[in-house]
């Protein structure tokens, strides 16, 4: 393994979503009493859980491929990678976005790689990876 990362949400957003879900829970329990507030409790915060379990973008890169999330390219197909800053993620991320490329991106984090594709038969023209480490993975991905 040459690279790993994960990038999981920050705190500030799960507590940002744990607030609104006490805030059903609240409505719940002035509504209809204790128990199915309870419930509800119970059920959103094991929602939660899995949401920030399922949130988790984790980046491999190895000899042989590349594995972002649920994607991987084998190394021959990667082409040139470069590294963006949050200015120019932003634009790729939106204005200057080709609806064909690969995301693989989290809001949350600011910096990624921009992986050109170099495979006649896949449609897809690049790949937009966010990273924390970008720069690292830009100049093993370039190697």
Not at 22 to 43: K, R, Y
């Amino acid at each position: 393994m040459q690279f790993r990362e994960v990038i999981s949400a920050p705190f500030w957003l799960i507590a940002f979503v744990y607030f609104i879900f006490l805030s059903v829970v609240l409505s719940i329990w002035a509504a209809l009493g204790d128990t199915p507030a309870l419930i509800t409790f119970i059920i959103l915060t094991f929602l939660l859980i899995v949401i920030y379990q399922k949130t988790k973008l984790v980046i491999e890169l190895d000899d042989m491929q590349l594995r972002v999330g649920p994607a991987h390219i084998e190394r021959k197909y990667i082409g040139q990678s470069i590294h963006l800053d949050p200015a120019a993620l932003k634009l790729v991320r939106g204005r200057d976005a080709d609806p064909a490329a690969y995301l693989g991106i989290r809001f949350w984090n600011p910096n990624g790689v921009k992986m050109l594709v170099n495979d006649s038969r896949d449609s897809t023209p690049y790949w937009l990876i966010t990273s924390k480490r970008g720069q690292e993975l830009t100049a093993l991905l370039n190697k």
